[in-house]
């Protein structure tokens, strides 16, 4: 666990896929086609302070959804990167844009499309129940699954190595969030 903290320090954006890690993956379709998502309230807030905390989010779906835009907007989250079909190509253009380099990156994702961009960042994460292929390529995976708390364990694990989480908690604390 040292070595995956010792990574998490050096963390500087994490990119998050969507379905089954920012959700359980389960795709809800209303009589009108309209998509549903159910995002956990906990994941979001872990979201919020690691970038109270000074790391950048990203999202790279291969789906579109009007709930993921409203959700990450809510989040205050501005690389959101939808309908992506090359995750990598997005991914690298994402990396010249912030001007980071791959080990500067984590990435959570649970399925084999996920697998081109965990190759190459600093730390590869998935989740609980992540695809068994994905998770022998994992460098950590969350004891949460997707979508049921995963996302807070990711933001939690970069806070802690960088000294942050506790800052963060005593504004609790303290009576200012």
Known sequence: MQKIRERAARIRLVVFDVDGVLTDG?????????????????DGHG???LLESGVQIAVISG?????????MGSLGIKYVYQGQADKLQTFVTLLQQLKLDADQVA???????DLPIMARVGLAITVA????????????????PGGRGA???????????????????????????
């Open 47 to 49: 979201m919020a302070m």
């Open 26 to 42: 389960s795709l809800i379709l209303g009589d009108n086609g309209t998509e549903h998502k159910v995002f956990h309230a906990r």
């Open 107 to 113: 990435y959570v994702g649970d399925d084999v499309m």
């Open 63 to 71: 789906r579109s959804s009007e709930a993921v835009a409203d959700r």
């Open 151 to 177: 996302a807070r364990e990711v933001c939690e694990l970069i806070m802690e190595a960088q000294g942050a989480l506790d800052t963060q908690l005593q504004r609790y604390l303290q009576g200012r969030p």
């Open 129 to 144: 129940d992540g695809h068994e292929l994905v998770a022998n390529h994992a460098d950590w995976t969350t004891d949460s």
